[in-house]
Every structure is written in structure tokens, then in C-alpha cells.
């Protein structure tokens, strides 16, 4: 297949814009979807009121007078003879467009309509008018230097040069089955509807085939899991294990005990584990997993523990060695900044076998990752893998136990469909001495109030968190920065107290170096952007204010909430917005992450769940798990009769979605 950079336009300067987006390969280009269309109705003079806006096309018919003013500046005024009469057009600064306005060509104006004068005062004018009355005009997600409409010119181009060799992901009985277009036409129509109703079947059909795709793969992952009876089955030294559980500084709470003998239970028997653990931000499922790696290092085997940050498999690794210190159990942290020299060290004990628990990010999936004999695979927040991801991981094992861990921002109804066969352990009580997290929305105006609240908790040598949406200030937007934040903070604060940053475009280490200085209350007030949201345990922490909180889901409100409220101290977290309060006050009334999570479920429009990226499994481009249910439904359905056809074994279509399954990476 060709190349991105093989399509007729695009240079390396729009190249690289483009990677900027995500968008590496004509595939991603072509699957760029509009996130919401504009419709462009002609109107009629006589219709629009004074002042009001108009869309209306008609012919040039006076040669434009360009005026040039200072500082650049210029204006263009001509007439334009429209179906409802004349009128008299005046646009600023488009000298450029004066050699293409010829008297007689057609043209669409947009603008304002000032009656007594009859001018419209133009925002654009444009030149390819097409013959219908209505014009559907496709909006992208774009980038600074990148407009909406190269976009689409790059789009159209890659569309004719290479609109064929695009995959298409439904074999042809069920494009027959449901009468879909193929996949060229499809992606013509979605970048150039030409009515509502073509756009809508096409659609729907490209929606089924993400998901037709997606089902396929978990289908794919089910029916090899359900194969594998025969998993390792070990004898585990019940006394070492509960010397361990005794070592714990804290008592299980009864859910955990009971996830601990579910998961133990699994390790021992001969049926190979495949078991989601769910529990709400805070209930305590890491010791869980720890408890669980423990006993199969017990048994000699080895252990993967892969955690979606950084941060996260850094702080994982640090309690695991704490409570584990008293053990033999060698124990390896393996993420994309450990250096060269130590990596080679790692590889080698892996595959040695001499190290027992490995604890990282994507890291663990790589190539060059060799397990001596991994017995149990672990992801913590599984959601934010991808199925390819968790696939990896699970085939470098000879046939290991998987358990996935998940604070579940899916819906059960939903996670049933995509999980539907896996086990599950739920943890619902939350361990001793927990209060709740109090709530409170706040106006940007009553700041004052915040800061109060929040020396009011420094005073007790309590820390706080402080979100912002933004690492630096970028020109089409407004929202808060965590810089601009950290010098209001200084000035509020004085030098009393240590204010510092992370964010996800840091370096590792630094961004290691002031999560363990917050860690050790050597810093005092942490400003981020979400790069905490997952996971990160400061018990200290007792205040979460988050500015700009209308950006942010409520699921990730609650994941972020999740960060406080982890000792025994009183905490809170204050929600700053002027916006969407109504959505924001759920979050004060509600404590529970399953029904935030419906909650956002139902709350959440199409509008940004196109185009939003998502992470993991969730990440669709065009469906969404929720609007499109029914076609999920049937997606599942067809997907595994496809699968379970023995005659579609040799199809090159299964061969390849499977492929891109197992392949590694
Ligand atoms: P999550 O389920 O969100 O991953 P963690 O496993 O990070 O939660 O646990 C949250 C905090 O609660 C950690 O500091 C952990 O040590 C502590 N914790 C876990 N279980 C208990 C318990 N039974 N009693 C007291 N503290 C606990
Ligand atoms: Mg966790």
C-alpha cells in the first residue's frame, strides 16, 4: 500500500501536521470522519430579516473595488445578481480573492444582511458552487496550520489515487445480507454527502463494520480462551501465603478476601483464569493482584503486571518491593525510560527466569521481551488497552492466567457485551475508616472560597492536587494552563508551601522525581493535567480541586475524585466551572462509579463522541458502544457465525483480521 506522503499535496510540512493528529497512513486519512457536518441552505433576500445571517448564491456582476487601508488592511466591494435581486457584497481582507471574482462568476456569500443599505457584509465567499440547493459541508478535526479545507482536499485526493486498495473489514455475504454499498463509496459519500439520507446509510454502514471488526477480534479472543482448557495447575504453600497476607500493614476488607480466594482458586485450577476484577477508584484492588502474583511466584512461575502510565507501574513497583521485602521474590520495574544497560539486565532475568514479578507499561509487550514461564498475566485499568495489547501480552505466555483489572467506567450492560465471558470478582466494600469525598461546584468567581478551603488543609499539613486541562497556553482556547495556574498558586500561597508540576509531555524521570518528592510531602500542592487521573495513591492528599471541570467526563471527574479521600482524613474535591453546572452537581449528590458511569452514559452526546479520542478498547472512530448498541447487537451476532464457519477458514479477510490480532504489536 502506499504511503501518506505518496498522495498528491501533501508535502512534509503537511505530513508531519498531519502525524501531529494521529494520522499516519492513507487508511487513518481516509477514516478521518467528519466530527459534525454544516449545512449550507441558500436563502433568499427577501426572507432574511435586518441584520440577520444569509446564505445566498448568484453571479458577480460588477468588477470588485479593492480598498487598501493601514496596517494591512483592506476591503473589496461588488454587486451580486441574485435569484431575489441585487445586492451589493463588501468583504474584508480577501484582496486575493479580486483575480477570481470576474464579472459573471457564480459564488456562495456568506455574511450579514444590512436591509436598509441591501449589502451583506461577507465572512466568506466561495467559489465552487454546486447546482443543488443545499450543501452538506463536512467539519474536521484539524490542527493549526491545517485547515478544514486542506483536509478535505487531502482526503479526496487519497480517495481517488488509492479509494481501492482501502480494506474493507465485512465479507461480502454480509454486505450482500444488508445491501451496503462498498467501502470506496461509503467513504466517498461520508466526505461528500450529497443528501442527509445517503449520509445516513453510509453510516451506519461504516459503524457496523468498526464493530463488525472489533466483535470479531473479542470473538477471536473468546474462542481461544474457551480452547484452552488445560492451564497450569499449581500447588500453592497455603502457610507462605498466609505469612504474607499477615504481613499486610491493613486487613482485607470481605470482598477483597473473597477476589483473593477467586483468583487463588483460578491459579490452582486446571481451567486457565480469565477473570475481570472490578471495584470503584479506592476499593483496593492492587493487593489483590500483589496477593495473587505472590502466590504464583510460589509456585515458580513468573509474573507480568502491565499498568497503562508510567507513574502508575512506578508506584505499583515501589509498594509491591515494600511489601514484599521481607520476601525472595526478585521483583523488576520495566518501562519505556529504563536505560539501555538496565533493560539488557532485565531481558536477561526474564528470560532466565530469575526474576520472578515484572511490574511496566507497554514495555512488557515488546519484541524483545522473552518470559522464561509466564504463569499470570495482570493489566491494570484495563480499559485503557486495547484488545492488540492485552492479546500480546497473553501470547507470550506458554498459557497464562489472566486477570483484568478495571475501576469499570462501563456500564454493565455494556461491559457484559464486550466481556461476556470472563469471570468476575467485584469489589464493592470499601476498606475501614473511609468517608466520604466531599463534594462542591464552584464559579470561577469564587475562587477566594477555594483557596481558602485549601489552606485551610495545608495548614493541617495536608497536600492537594489541582487539574488543569492544558500544559501551556494554545491560541484558539481559553482554558485554564497548569503554568498560568502555578503562578496563581505562588502568588496565593507565598513560598509557605512547595508548589510543583507534572504532565504527560515531561520526561520520565522528572516526572518520577516530583511524584515521589509530592509522595514524601516535600511538595505540597501538586498542579497536573489528567496525567493522575489513574490510579496514583498519596494517602496524605486530601483535596482534589480541578479547574475547567466541564472539559472532563463525569467518569473521569470520578477517577480523578478517586485520588483523595485514600486515608483516613476528611477530603474533598471542588469543581470549577461557569458551564454545565447542572451535569457537574451529579458529581456532589453521587459517590458510586458504577451510576456516574451511566450517568455519562447517557449524558454524553454524539457530537463528542466522534472524533474525542478514546483509549483503549473504546476507541472507535465513527460508532459509539452506546448510540449504536443494536448495531453492536448484530455485529456480535454475525461476527461469531463468521467466525464458527469453517468454510470462511481459508477466507483472506478472517486471515487478516486474525493476524492483526496475534501479531505482536
Ligand atoms: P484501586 O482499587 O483504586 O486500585 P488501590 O488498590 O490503589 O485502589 O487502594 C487504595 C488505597 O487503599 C491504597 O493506599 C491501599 O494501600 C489502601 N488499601 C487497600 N485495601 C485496604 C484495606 N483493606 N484497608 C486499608 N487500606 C487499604
Ligand atoms: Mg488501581
Known amino acids: 500500500m502506499a504511503e501518506l506522503k505518496d498522495v498528491k499535496g501533501i508535502g512534509p510540512k503537511s505530513l508531519s501536521l498531519l502525524n501531529k493528529i494521529n494520522i499516519n497512513t492513507i487508511e487513518d486519512l481516509v477514516t478521518h470522519y467528519p466530527f459534525r457536518y454544516d449545512v449550507l441552505k441558500r436563502d433568499d433576500l427577501s426572507t432574511i430579516e435586518d441584520g440577520g445571517k444569509i446564505i ?79 450543501k452538506i459541508e463536512p467539519v474536521y478535526h484539524c490542527t493549526s496550520g491545517l485547515t478544514n479545507k486542506n483536509m478535505s482536499t487531502y482526503i479526496n485526493m487519497a480517495l481517488l489515487m488509492y479509494g481501492r486498495e482501502i480494506q474493507d473489514y465485512i465479507p461480502s455475504e454480509y454486505q450482500e445480507k444488508y445491501h451496503f454499498v462498498n467501502k470506496k463509496t461509503a467513504l466517498n459519500i461520508i466526505h461528500n454527502p450529497s443528501t442527509n439520507e445517503k449520509l445516513k446509510e453510509v453510516t451506519i454502514r461504516l459503524k457496523y463494520e468498526e464493530l463488525f471488526q472489533f466483535m470479531l477480534k473479542i470473538n477471536y479472543l473468546k474462542q481461544q480462551n474457551k480452547k484452552e482448557k488445560n492451564g497450569l495447575i499449581r500447588n500453592i504453600d497455603r502457610e507462605k501465603l498466609n505469612k504474607f497476607i499477615e504481613s499486610i500493614p491493613f486487613t482485607l476488607t470481605n470482598d477483597q478476601k473473597i477476589a483473593c480466594d477467586e483468583v487463588i482458586g483460578d491459579l490452582e485450577s486446571p481451567h486457565r483464569m480469565n477473570r475481570l476484577l472490578q471495584g470503584d477508584v479506592g476499593s483496593g484492588k492492587t493487593i489483590v493482584a500483589f496477593i495473587g502474583m505472590y502466590a504464583n511466584s510460589l509456585c515458580g512461575y513468573q509474573s507480568a503486571l502491565m499498568a497503562p502510565t508510567e507513574i502508575l507501574a512506578t508506584q505499583h513497583y515501589n509498594n509491591l518491593c515494600e511489601f514484599m521485602k521481607d520476601t525472595d521474590v526478585k521483583i523488576a520495574l520495566l518501562t519505556g525510560s529504563t536505560s539501555k544497560k538496565e533493560k539488557t ?103 477566594k472560597d477555594v483557596l481558602e478551603m485549601m489552606y485551610e488543609e495545608l495548614k493541617q499539613n495536608h497536600q492537594i492536587y489541582v487539574i488543569a486541562p492544558l500544559i501551556e497556553e494554545s491560541e484558539n482556547s481559553d482554558l485554564t494552563t497548569v503554568n498560568e495556574l502555578k503562578d496563581q498558586m505562588k502568588l496565593a500561597f507565598k513560598d509557605k508551601y512547595k508548589i510543583d508540576i507534572v504532565h504527560g509531555k515531561m520526561a520520565s524521570g522528572a516526572k518520577e522525581l516530583i511524584m515521589e518528592q509530592f509522595k514524601n510531602n516535600e511538595v505540597q500542592i501538586l498542579i497536573s493535567t489528567t496525567v493522575v487521573e489513574v490510579g496514583v495513591d498519596v494517602q496524605n492528599a486530601t483535596t482534589m480541586v480541578i479547574f475547567d471541570a466541564d472539559r472532563f467526563g463525569l467518569s473521569t471527574l470520578h477517577q480523578l475524585r478517586g485520588r483523595v479521600g485514600r486515608g483516613t482524613s476528611k477530603s474533598q474535591c471542588i469543581l470549577i466551572s461557569d458551564s454545565d453546572t447542572e451535569r457537574l452537581k451529579i458529581m456532589e449528590k453521587e459517590d458510586d462509579g458504577f451510576v456516574i458511569s451511566e450517568e455519562d452514559f447517557k449524558l454524553r452526546g454524539q457530537g463528542d463522541l466522534f ?3 478514546q483509549s483503549g478498547d473504546m476507541s472507535f472512530k465513527i460508532a459509539s458502544i452506546k448510540h449504536d448498541y443494536k448495531i453492536l447487537l448484530q455485529a456480535k451476532k454475525d461476527s461469531k457465525e463468521y467466525l464458527e464457519n469453517k468454510e470462511t477458514d481459508k477466507d483472506s479477510l478472517k486471515q487478516l483480521i486474525i493476524q492483526s490480532i496475534t501479531k505482536v504489536n
Open 611 to 613: 472524533g474525542t479520542k
Open 56 to 134: 445566498i448564491d448568484g453571479k458577480v456582476e460588477s468588477i470588485p473595488i479593492l480598498m487598501r487601508f493601514k496596517a494591512g488592511l483592506n476591503k473589496m466591494n461588488f454587486r451580486l445578481v441574485t435569484q431575489s435581486g441585487v445586492v451589493g457584497v463588501s468583504i474584508f481582507n480577501r484582496a486575493f480573492l479580486k483575480s477570481k471574482l470576474l464579472v459573471g462568476t457564480d459564488v456562495i456569500v456568506i455574511g450579514k444582511l444590512d436591509k436598509g443599505k441591501n449589502v451583506i457584509t461577507a465572512s466568506d465567499i466561495k467559489l465552487d458552487v454546486l447546482s443543488n440547493q443545499v
Open 345 to 447: 539486565e532485565i531481558y536477561n532475568g526474564l528470560e532466565d527466569g530469575s526474576i520472578s514479578i515484572v511490574i511496566g507499561t507497554h514495555a512488557l509487550i515488546q519484541d524483545e521481551v522473552t518470559y522464561n514461564n509466564l504463569g499470570l498475566v495482570i493489566t491494570d485499568e484495563q480499559h485503557r488497552f486495547g484488545v492488540h495489547q492485552r492479546a500480546n501480552l497473553q501470547n507470550k505466555g506458554i498459557k497464562p492466567d489472566v486477570l483484568y483489572m478495571s475501576a469499570t467506567p462501563i456500564p454493565r450492560t455494556y461491559a457484559l457485551t464486550i466481556f461476556g465471558d470472563m469471570d468476575v470478582s467485584t469489589i464493592k466494600e470499601r476498606p475501614k475508616g473511609r468517608q466520604k469525598i466531599d463534594t462542591y461546584v464552584k464559579k470561577v468567581s469564587e475562587i
